[in-house]
Structures are given as structure tokens and as C-alpha cells.
């Protein structure tokens, strides 16, 4: 199984906590450091400081070495899809190669409001959605004279330069409902499934076979991914405190444990004999890479454990 950190960087995580977080993950032998991208604080305090996901990107293409970078993923009301293919085509130069690219339709109605961002229903929202991957692939990989005349964009006599070599992989997901599969079929390299446990991904990695099956397109050549809570930890004593210390991060103080067991079928926590027998079951239901959704970012004694008992067995 092949592992990621990933951190919702609008929980107040300054640069330099990230450039860290991603040091430590690849020294732990994780393969790739991925962020959320966000404007606004949560969960729990709506005060702390957020940062751009891709001016953070950018630094740490130029400040790490080896291991890959993505976000997961960028709402397409946040930026113009030629905005975001340049973007995109800028730090995968400066990575050397190692950007991944999630797109998705968006979802936090208030900080699109908050931030003048448009957010039209989500049916629009999926339409614009699928322009954004057209003109991703057109921009990249079609030759100059690319036109596109879509519904809410309109590219003309495109002229990329320079064209990103290789092109940054495209990351679509969701909980799987059937649109978010079409599109991974047609224009991902990779589908991440999202808020499911290992007992329900089989049944959604053959919907999305058949997605691509479909369209002509070989299953096999769409890798599978899930986005997975995680909190583990050496032994029980120190589980403990690190349950206390998820929860008051998550402003959820008052919670118990039946916080904690209504997550426990869908996410990798407990002991690393308890981890490791849930990434198995990811592993067993067609899941290829876990992008490991770390809330206590600044606990890197974790990411070591991260490394050293998941990614290291």
C-alpha cells in the first residue's frame, strides 16, 4: 500500500509547520504530502490563520526534495480553469514533476461567499466541473490551436507554453455517487474516495469499473485511492492522549467515545497491529494509495509512527 499525509491546512498551519510536516513525512518514507484547500477555518476554531494552498505548493516544490505534492483538491470556483492549469504547470516545473492535481465542484457555501467566489448549484457546479478538466487536458496536452466552446468557458487559438512534461496527475473524487465517476473515467488518472469504510469501497470501485467500461476505457488503467482519517499511536496509554487531543482540535471537548466508534469503521486508528489490519482491508477492496487525513499536524512524532509502522511494513 502506498501512503500520504494529508492535512487540513486551514486548521491555523503556518508555512513553516508545513514545509516540517512535509520533511518529516517523506523522511518517514510516506510517498507524497497533499493539503486540503480552503479559505476558511474549521473544524473547530473559525479564527485560525489559512493560507493558499497553491503559494504553499509553490514553496515546497523549491524546498523539498523527492517526495510528491498535491492538493486535494481545489474547488473550481476558486479559479478559472487556465488560472489553475498555469498554476499547475508552474509548480509541477518547479517540483521537477511531483504535482498532483484534485479538482472538485466544491462544497463550503460560506467561504465562497466570504471570499466573492461564485457558488451556483451543485448540478452547475458539476457542469463547470467538467469544463475545468477539458480545458486542464486541452491546455496541456492538445497542440496550439486548442478551442474549446463550452457552456461557461471559452478558449480560443490556445498557446501553452511551455506544456508541463510529465503532465501533473489528475486526482477526481468523492463518496461515489455516479457523476463524480463519470468524470474520473473520462479525465483522471485517479479516483480518491472519500467518508467510506473499507467494507463499503468494493461495491463503489465496481461502479466505477463499470464507469470505464462504459466509455472504452481499461478499469486498470485508473488507480484508486481513498482519503482516511487517521490516529495511531505506540500503545494504549498514549492512544489516549492523543484521542484528547484530536478531540479539543476539533473543538469537540465534550465528546466521548462514541465519537470515536462512530468513525472506527471507516477510519485507520488504535494500535499498529490495529492500523495495519484496516489498511489491509483497504488494500483487499481494490484500494491502491491512502492519503492518511491527519487533524493533529503538529504532532510529527505521529508521522514517524505513520512511517515506520504503516508505510515501513
Known amino acids: 500500500m502506498r501512503l500520504v499525509l494529508m492535512i487540513e491546512a486551514q486548521?491555523?498551519?503556518t508555512y513553516e509547520d508545513q514545509l516540517a510536516l512535509a520533511r518529516r513525512a517523506h523522511a518517514s518514507g510516506l510517498e507524497g504530502y497533499f493539503r486540503s484547500d480552503h479559505y476558511e477555518s474549521f473544524p473547530g476554531s473559525s479564527e485560525n490563520p489559512t493560507t493558499d494552498a497553491w503559494a504553499i505548493l509553490a514553496g515546497l516544490a523549491r524546498e523539498t526534495e523527492g517526495i510528491r505534492l498535491g492538493v486535494l483538491v481545489?474547488?473550481?470556483?476558486f479559479r478559472t480553469p487556465g488560472n489553475l492549469a498555469k498554476m499547475g504547470a508552474t509548480?509541477?516545473?518547479m517540483s521537477g514533476g511531483r504535482l498532483e492535481v484534485g479538482v472538485g465542484a466544491g462544497w463550503h457555501a460560506d467561504e465562497h461567499r466570504r471570499h466573492g467566489f461564485p457558488f451556483p448549484p451543485i448540478r452547475e457546479r458539476g457542469d463547470i466541473l467538467e469544463e475545468t478538466l477539458r480545458i486542464l487536458h486541452g491546455l496541456w496536452e492538445e497542440p496550439d490551436g486548442w478551442s474549446l466552446d463550452g457552456n461557461h468557458f471559452r478558449v480560443e487559438?490556445?498557446?501553452f507554453r511551455p506544456k508541463p512534461s510529465p503532465r501533473p496527475r489528475?486526482?477526481?473524487?468523492?463518496?461515489g455517487k455516479p457523476r463524480s465517476m463519470r468524470l474520473a473515467a473520462r479525465y483522471a488518472d485517479e479516483f480518491n474516495?472519500?467518508?467510506?469504510?473499507?467494507d463499503a469501497v468494493g461495491e463503489k470501485m465496481a461502479a466505477l469499473d463499470r464507469a470505464c467500461e462504459a466509455i472504452g476505457r481499461d478499469p486498470a488503467t485508473l488507480s484508486r485511492s481513498a482519503m482516511v482519517g487517521a490516529l495511531i499511536a505506540e500503545d494504549e496509554t498514549r492512544l489516549r492522549e492523543r484521542r484528547a487531543a484530536l478531540l479539543t482540535a476539533l473543538g469537540e471537548e465534550g465528546a466521548g467515545d462514541d465519537w470515536f466508534?462512530?468513525?472506527r469503521s471507516r477510519w485507520i486508528m488504535g494500535t499498529p497491529e490495529e492500523a495495519r489490519e484496516t489498511v489491509d482491508?483497504?488494500?483487499?477492496?481494490?484500494?491502491?494509495?491512502?492519503?492518511?487525513?491527519?487533524?493533529l499536524p503538529w504532532d510529527l512524532e505521529m508521522v514517524d509512527l505513520y512511517g515506520a509502522e504503516l508505510a515501513g511494513r
Do not use: N, Y
Request: neutral net charge.
Open 11 to 13: 486548521m491555523g498551519v
Open 74 to 77: 481545489s474547488p473550481v470556483g
Open 91 to 93: 509548480v509541477a516545473a
Open 157 to 159: 487559438d490556445a498557446r
Open 170 to 175: 489528475i486526482i477526481v473524487g468523492g463518496q
Open 193 to 198: 474516495v472519500t467518508s467510506t469504510g473499507p
Open 261 to 263: 466508534a462512530d468513525r
Open 281 to 295: 482491508r483497504f488494500a483487499a477492496a481494490g484500494i491502491e494509495r491512502i492519503m492518511l487525513q491527519d487533524f
